[in-house]
């Protein structure tokens, strides 16, 4: 299990399934590009990715497998 954030830029997940994602959209204000306030977690989600190419929200920039 991969336990760091992979950049989106580098690769995809290699199946379908949730994952927690970090986005350029501050998600703490229901998805809006208001500043976090140097909070990072407001630009964390939970996401599905597709199995193929993309995440069901957008402008995910990390990604990482849910912690146990």
Same mark, same amino acid.
């Given at each position: !299990?991969?336990?760091h954030?992979?950049?989106?830029?580098?690769?995809?997940?290699?199946?379908?399934?949730? @994952?927690?994602?970090?986005?350029? !959209?501050?998600w703490? @204000?229901?998805?809006?590009?208001?500043?976090?306030?140097?909070?990072?977690?407001?630009? !964390?989600?939970?996401? @599905?990715?597709?199995?193929?190419?993309?995440?069901?929200?957008? @402008?995910?920039?990390?990604? !990482?497998?849910?912690?146990?």
């Amino acid at each position: !299990m991969t336990e760091h954030w992979i950049p989106a830029s580098e690769r995809m997940p290699e199946k379908s399934g949730r @994952y927690l994602v970090l986005s350029k !959209m501050n998600w703490a @204000y229901g998805g809006t590009w208001d500043g976090n306030d140097g909070d990072i977690r407001r630009n !964390m989600a939970l996401a @599905y990715f597709d199995g193929a190419v993309k995440f069901n929200i957008p @402008y995910v920039t990390h990604w !990482m497998e849910l912690p146990a």
